[in-house]
Every structure is written in structure tokens, then in C-alpha cells.
């Protein structure tokens, strides 16, 4: 599978199709990290990693496509690396701010909560199952269900805001979207040790 997706997600970003411009979510609560190292999970062309540069964030950008990555490449502040999501394991403890967009690994999730270090800031949004859907993904997997977002992280971190909403995404279609941010409680870390 990550051949198939390599060479899916190379031939995308070598046409550029991708949106540049960073989402409001991310311009809206990047400012509430404390630290300045930063994670951007899945990074594509690096719209957000470029971002949370400009702000003089350390940003570690990954992503399995070559192509992608090689745009990221002697950008000041961006550590940009290929990596496989099947088998690449998150750096514990590393982070203040990580974000992931439009990208979904389930099994990433407790290796982001991980990764996070005490109040550090988790910034998601990405698509949800709706059989209105005007246009699903190739693999449903890829798709989080209702509600999804906030049964498995409500114990982990402290929900700073979540919605899930109707939007079009960037080639126009009708999609149900969800985005949350999260913050790595100190309190919550120590009670679940």
C-alpha cells in the first residue's frame, strides 16, 4: 500500500494541485503553543509547515511523497523527511504544536498524544463519513465517522474547540469536515501514568 500511495501522492504534488494558502484552523490556534518545535503530519506541499515557519516555528514536515518533501528541501526551519506512516514512529514528548490535515492514520493517534509535550497543542481537521458526501475518498478508511474525534481524544487531552460541519472542499464538492484542537494537559498526562 505505501508504494501505491507514494506514487499517488508524488504524481498530485507534480502537478501542484494541492491548496497553498495555510486553513483558518491552524492560523487561529498555532499562536497558543508555548514552545516553538513544531510537527506537520503528512505535510504535502508544505503549505502549513512554510506557515508555522514564518512564525519561527522548527518544523519537522513529513510526508511520504518525494516530491513533496524535495519542495520543503533549504527551506529555513523545516526538517523535511520521507517518511512511511506504516512503519515511522513519532518522537515521544518532542513537540509543542503538531498538526495534521486532511491525512488519516488512526493508529498515529496515541503516538500524537505522545508526542506532544506537557500543554502542547494538537491541531486537526480532515473529512468525515456522510452518505451526502458528494465525493469519497478511494479507500473509506480514510474518513473518520461522527463524533469520532472526540470519543477517543476527550480523555486525553483537554478539547479546546471542536466542530464538525458541512463545507466544499478544494475541487468543490460537498463534504462533511471535522476540526478539533486540543491541548496536552500537565494534569491529565500525570493521572494517566
Known amino acids: 500500500m505505501a508504494l501505491e500511495d507514494k ?19 491552524i492560523k487561529k490556534y498555532a499562536p497558543l503553543a ?25 518544523v519537522d514536515a513529513l510526508d511520504i511523497s518525494s516530491v513533496a518533501i524535495k519542495q ?20 515521544k514528548q518532542a513537540y509543542d504544536l503538531i ?6 492514520e488512526r ?12 500543554n502542547g497543542i494538537l491541531i486537526i481537521e480532515t473529512f468525515i463519513h456522510h452518505k451526502k458526501n458528494e465525493r469519497t475518498p478511494s479507500n473509506p478508511a480514510f474518513r473518520l465517522k ?6 477517543y481524544f476527550e480523555k486525553k487531552l483537554e478539547i479546546i474547540y471542536l466542530e ?13 469536515k471535522t476540526s478539533m484542537v486540543a491541548k496536552k ?9
Open 107 to 118: 493508529k498515529l493517534f496515541p503516538q500524537m498524544v505522545e508526542a506532544l509535550r506537557p
Open 34 to 58: 508555548k514552545g516553538k518545535d513544531a510537527l506537520d503530519i503528512a505535510c504535502g506541499n508544505g503549505r502549513h509547515s512554510r506557515y508555522l515557519a514564518s512564525l519561527g516555528f522548527e
Open 164 to 176: 464538525e460541519w458541512w463545507d466544499r472542499d478544494y475541487q468543490g464538492f460537498k463534504t462533511m
Open 7 to 25: 506514487i499517488r501522492w508524488n504524481e498530485k504534488h507534480s502537478k501542484n494541485m494541492m491548496p497553498q494558502e495555510p486553513i483558518a484552523l
Open 99 to 104: 498538526v495534521v490535515t486532511y491525512f488519516l
Open 146 to 151: 461522527e463524533g469520532e474525534l472526540k470519543n
Open 72 to 91: 520543503l528541501q533549504e527551506i529555513n526551519n523545516i526538517h523535511a523527511k520521507e517518511v512511511d506512516f506504516d512503519t515511522y514512529t513519532l518522537k
Open 185 to 193: 494537559n500537565a494534569k491529565i498526562e500525570k493521572i494517566e501514568q
